[in-house]
């Protein structure tokens, strides 16, 4: 008995070594794959997410949240998503400030907006457009560039200043969000990330 307990250990010993002894090039190998894949997967979109329906989705949760607090026949403005990062570019080249700018994407994604509170028949009006007798709701909001993704915040705010509804979600950076914001991708951007 004392004999295979013995003989286990030497196995499991041994079985060990042969686990530690991995190459770390393998392992390295095995994540950069990983990761290329997951970059593959990003860099060639099969149409399931579009900007459009991402956008929609979020306009959607955004009247669900304000739904009792917002009535149809209140007008609304929506104005472009503001670049969080946009304070920070102002001493940038016309160069640097068109990498990563997502002024192009907020505006795009403003209209898309508007297209959906309107499909939802919520009453639209254009900015500096003729006001109604009503005072009018604004919707805003603001992007993000970070990495792989684009940190969004839509809101709708009253004429008081009251916040109606807000949502926040995350975005991948697909073809269409890459053209809009002039910025190219980077294998590090889809790997994951350890923290301790």
Do not use: W
């Not at 004999?3 to 030497?10: E, N």
């Not at 499991?12 to 095995?30: H, K």
């Not at 509170?117 to 457009?129: F, R």
């Not at 970070?146 to 991948?172: A, C, E, F, H, Q």
């Amino acid at each position: 008995m004392i004999f295979s307990v013995s003989v286990r250990t030497v196995y499991v010993r041994i079985l060990a070594m042969m686990l530690l002894s991995l190459p770390v090039a393998g392992c390295v190998a095995v994540m950069a794959g990983t990761a290329g894949v997951i970059a593959y997967d990003r860099l060639n979109e099969d149409g399931k997410m579009s900007l459009a329906s991402t956008t929609y989705s979020a306009t959607d949760m955004l009247t669900s949240q304000a739904r009792h607090n917002l009535n149809k026949a209140t007008p609304l403005i929506v104005l472009p998503l503001e670049d969080m990062k946009a304070s920070q570019r102002i001493t940038e080249t016309p160069e640097q400030q068109a990498v990563g700018n997502t002024r192009l994407l907020g505006q795009v994604m403003s209209g898309q907006v508007s297209s959906r509170l309107t499909q939802l028949g919520y009453m639209v009006i254009q900015p500096g457009g003729a006001m109604p007798s009503q005072t009018p709701a604004t919707v805003s909001g603001t992007t993000l560039l970070n990495g792989s993704d684009v940190i969004t915040n839509l809101r709708i705010v009253d004429s008081k200043g009251r916040i109606l509804g807000s949502y926040d979600y995350v975005m991948p950076v697909t073809s269409d969000i890459r053209n809009l914001t002039n910025s190219t991708p980077s294998l590090t951007d889809f790997m994951p990330s350890f923290k301790d």
